[in-house]
C-alpha cells in the first residue's frame, strides 16, 4: 500500500506511539447532546479503559477516534478530535485509511461467513493485496499474536461461524491487526463471552499494547482494574475522572466516581 | 440477597463489638490486678474464649465479603483495614488475658509503693483511655480522633522505658521482692505493647478515611477529602 496516498493519517515510518487527543468535544444526535465538551488525552502504546453507566457516552466517545458516529442519523460534533495532532475530522481526511489505522473490536463477534483464512485476510484483500505469499504470512503473523494460530493452523479453510465465541472474537481481533492498525477500539469485546475466553482476550490486550495504543469500553470493573493502565470515567456525556487506573479504583477523588464503582449507583 | 452495604454494616457492627470486648476485658485485667481479685481475673481468662471467636467470625466475614462483593475504593480499604483491626484487637485480648493470668499465679497482691513508683496505673488508664480514643474514631470513622492515640501512647513508651532503670535500682535494694519485680516488668511490656497496637489500628482507621499510609512514618495532622 502507497504510503503517498492522499489522506494518510498516521505515518507509522515515524513512530508507533499514537497519541489521541480531543479538545472541546459535544456530540449531538439532533437537539440531544450526547457529549457535553470533553478535553481528554488518552497516552499512547497504553490500555485505556471508558466506564460508566450506560447512556453516559462512553461507546460515542470511543467510536468517535474512527468516525464510526458519521453513520448515525443526526450526528453533529463540536471540538476536535486529534490523532497525533492531526484533526481526524478536518474535510481532507480519508476515512477508509482512518479506519485502516484505528481498528475496531466489537461487542458480538462478527466473522464473516468466510473461511478463517479469509476472515483475516479480508482486509487486506479490500487493499488490492492479492499475493499469496504475503497474505499467509500475515494471517499466521496475526492469528499468532491473537493465540489463536495453534488451535486452528490446521483448518484455516474451515468456515469461520464453527469457531467457538471466544475464538471467534480473537479471530476477528486478527482481522483488526491484519492490517495493521496503530490504535485499537474495543467496545465491551468480552461481553458476550465466557470467564474462560474472557480471560484469553484480556491476556491478549496486555499484550497487544506493547504494541498499539488500546481504548476499550467495559461494564466489567473487575476487567478494567485487571487490563488497564488508565480509567476514565464517564457520566451523562460527561468526563468525570480520569485518572490511573490503581488510583481509580483504590482511591477516587471524586465521589460520583466512588459511588458507581463500588455499585452505589448507575 | 445480602446486600454490599448491609454485609458492611454487619462487618461494622462485629469490628464495634470487638472494640468493646478487648477493651471490656482490659478493664476488667486492671481491676483484678489492683485489688488482686482472682474471680474477676479468672473471668477475663474464660472470656478470651469469645474473643478468639469473635477473631475468627471477623475474618472469615471479611474473606466472604471479598468474595461476594468484589470491593474497590473505600469499600476495599474498610475491609482491608478492618482485617488488620481485628487481628491488633485480639492481641490486645491475649494481653488482658496474659495480666489476668499472672494475677492467678502469684499469691501475694503487689506492694502499692512499688505500683506507684512503676506509674503503672497510669499505664492502664493511657491504655484504656487510648481504647476509648479508638473506638469513638471507629465508630466516627473519624482520622483526627485516630491520630490522638499517637500522643498518648508516648506516655506509654516513656514509661516503658523509665521501668527497666528503676526496677534495676528496686531489686538490688529488695532483691526479695524479685518475683514482684519480674511481674510488674512483665505487665509493663503489656501495656506498651497494647499501646502500640492501638497506634496500629489508629493507623487502620486513618487508612480507611483517608487513603493515606501512615505507619512507618513520622505522625502528620493533615486532612483530606473528596471532591464533590
Known amino acids: 500500500m502507497s504510503k503517498k496516498e492522499k489522506g494518510i493519517v498516521i505515518d507509522k515510518s515515524i513512530k508507533r506511539k499514537h497519541k489521541l487527543e480531543t479538545k472541546g468535544v459535544k456530540v449531538f444526535y439532533d437537539d440531544f447532546m450526547a457529549i457535553k465538551g470533553i478535553d481528554m488525552t488518552i497516552k499512547a502504546n497504553k490500555v485505556t479503559a471508558f466506564i460508566g453507566p450506560s447512556g453516559c457516552g462512553k461507546s460515542t466517545f470511543l467510536r468517535l477516534f474512527n468516525r464510526m458516529n458519521d453513520y448515525v442519523d443526526g450526528f453533529r460534533l463540536e471540538g476536535e478530535v486529534r490523532i497525533d495532532g492531526e484533526n481526524i475530522y478536518k474535510k481532507k481526511i480519508n476515512v477508509e485509511q482512518l479506519r485502516k489505522q484505528v481498528g475496531m473490536v466489537f461487542q458480538k463477534p462478527n466473522p464473516f461467513p468466510k473461511s478463517i483464512f479469509e476472515n483475516v485476510a479480508y482486509g487486506l484483500r479490500i487493499q488490492g493485496i492479492n499475493d499469496k505469499r504475503y497474505l499467509s504470512e500475515k494471517v499466521e503473523d496475526s492469528l499468532k499474536q491473537v493465540a489463536l494460530w495453534d488451535e486452528v493452523k490446521d483448518d484455516l479453510n474451515k468456515s469461520a461461524i464453527a469457531l467457538s465465541g471466544g475464538q471467534q472474537q480473537r479471530l476477528c481481533i486478527a482481522r483488526t491487526l491484519a492490517v495493521e492498525p496503530s490504535i485499537i477500539l474495543m467496545d465491551e469485546p468480552t461481553s458476550a463471552l465466557d470467564p474462560l475466553s474472557t480471560a484469553k482476550i484480556e491476556e491478549l490486550i496486555y499484550e497487544l499494547k506493547e504494541k498499539y495504543s488500546i481504548v476499550i469500553v467495559t461494564h466489567n470493573m473487575q476487567q478494567a482494574g485487571r487490563i488497564s493502565d488508565y480509567t476514565a470515567f464517564f457520566y451523562l456525556g460527561e468526563l468525570i475522572e480520569y485518572d490511573r487506573t490503581k488510583k481509580l479504583f483504590t482511591n477516587p477523588e471524586k465521589q460520583q466516581t466512588e459511588n458507581y464503582i463500588t455499585g452505589r449507583f448507575g | ?228
Request: with cysteine; hydrophobic share 40%.
Open chain 2, 1 to 228: 440477597m445480602i446486600s454490599l452495604d448491609q454485609h458492611r454494616e454487619a462487618l461494622n457492627q462485629s469490628g464495634v463489638e470487638m472494640l468493646s470486648l478487648c477493651r471490656k476485658q482490659l478493664e476488667n485485667a486492671r481491676d483484678a490486678f489492683f485489688t488482686h481479685d482472682s474471680d474477676l481475673a479468672e473471668e477475663v481468662i474464660r472470656t478470651e474464649n469469645r474473643v478468639n471467636a469473635l477473631d475468627l467470625k471477623i475474618d472469615r466475614d471479611c474473606e466472604r465479603f471479598i468474595a461476594l462483593h468484589n470491593p474497590v475504593a473505600s469499600d476495599l480499604r474498610f475491609v482491608l483495614a478492618l482485617r488488620k483491626i481485628n487481628f491488633d484487637l485480639e492481641r490486645v485480648g491475649d494481653h488482658a488475658y496474659g495480666i489476668s493470668k499472672y494475677i492467678i499465679e502469684v499469691d501475694t497482691p503487689i506492694e502499692d509503693r512499688l505500683l506507684e513508683i512503676m506509674r503503672v496505673e497510669e499505664m492502664f488508664e493511657s491504655a484504656l483511655s487510648m481504647l476509648d480514643d479508638i473506638t469513638d474514631a471507629y465508630i466516627e470513622a473519624d482520622a483526627k480522633l485516630a491520630r490522638k492515640v499517637f500522643k498518648k501512647d508516648k506516655v506509654l513508651n516513656k514509661i516503658n522505658m523509665k521501668s527497666f532503670k528503676i526496677i534495676s535500682t528496686e531489686v538490688r535494694i529488695n532483691p526479695e521482692s524479685i518475683d514482684q519485680f519480674l511481674l510488674l516488668f512483665s505487665v509493663i511490656k503489656k501495656l506498651e505493647r497494647i499501646g502500640d497496637l492501638v497506634t496500629n489500628i489508629a493507623e487502620e482507621i486513618i487508612f480507611f478515611r483517608e487513603a493515606e499510609v501512615v505507619k512507618h512514618r513520622k505522625k502528620k495532622t493533615f486532612k483530606r477529602g473528596k471532591e464533590e
